[in-house]
């Protein structure tokens, strides 16, 4: 079975560019969450959907991110335009649907904005 | 305040230590508690969660919780060199999202 997905797996853009990250989640979960990692700093969430639809987004740093999961599969967190700030690893993870399930990440996205 | 503190490292041990790593929280609303273990370049890989205080053993790793102290460890037994990686805790309430520590480095010298 294959594991979460994420692409690009480096991503190197000036300031004031647009990326966008994917991740494909693990068949049939129904979360997918967003977290982030910045240098010296811990993981922190970013948001949270079910299926298609956003089910926390108190993590999202400002309006400059927009995240979608379109029908409910994957998911794609777009950034514009890009700061300094956002430099960090972003990782995915996705986990079935129930009160506590276990959560599996995908191996990140490193993003460096120069 | 962070809402969960680790015990931050690195830590340097020589094979067939015992390890223990170290977390402190501060929300009361958390009832789900985590142990990833990350390689360098990858993402977080669960090891053990338990939900109430105690201990939970699986082989060389026992994850214990004493929520009245708001403390959990998590222990490795006869550490080999591929325990080697970054050990993340984490906690969640209901809501599934979970709150770092900032992680501790483990080093296991054969």
């Known amino acids: 079975e294959a594991g979460v997905t994420q692409f690009p797996s480096h991503s190197v853009i000036e300031k004031g560019q647009t990326v966008t990250l994917r991740c494909d989640p693990i068949s049939g979960h129904d979360n997918l969450y967003w977290y982030r990692r910045v240098m010296g700093k811990e993981i922190k969430f970013l948001l949270h959907f079910v299926k298609e639809s956003k089910q926390d987004e108190s993590g999202m740093p400002n309006n400059r991110f927009l995240a979608e999961r379109t029908g409910g599969t994957y998911s794609t967190l777009k950034v514009q335009p890009a700061e300094l700030e956002d430099s960090g690893v972003y990782f995915c993870a996705s986990s079935p649907a129930g009160l506590y399930t276990e959560a599996f990440f995908g191996q990140g996205t490193r993003l460096t904005v120069v | 305040q962070k809402e969960v503190e680790q015990d931050p490292g690195p830590l340097s041990v020589p094979e067939g230590a015992i390890v223990s790593l170290n977390c402190t929280y501060s929300?009361?609303?958390?009832?789900?508690f985590m142990w990833y273990r990350q390689y360098s370049r990858k993402g977080p890989e669960l090891l053990m969660y338990t939900y109430s205080s105690g201990n939970k053993e699986d082989g060389r790793f026992t994850a214990q919780v004493d929520k009245s102290s708001k403390y959990i460890s998590l222990f490795i037994r006869d550490s080999q060199p591929s325990d080697s990686a970054t050990y993340l805790c984490?906690?969640?309430?209901?809501?599934?999202?979970?709150?770092f520590g900032d992680g501790t480095t483990l080093t296991v010298k054969p």
């Open positions: 984490a906690m969640n309430t209901n809501a599934g999202k979970s709150t």
């Open positions: 929300n009361s609303a958390f009832q789900y």
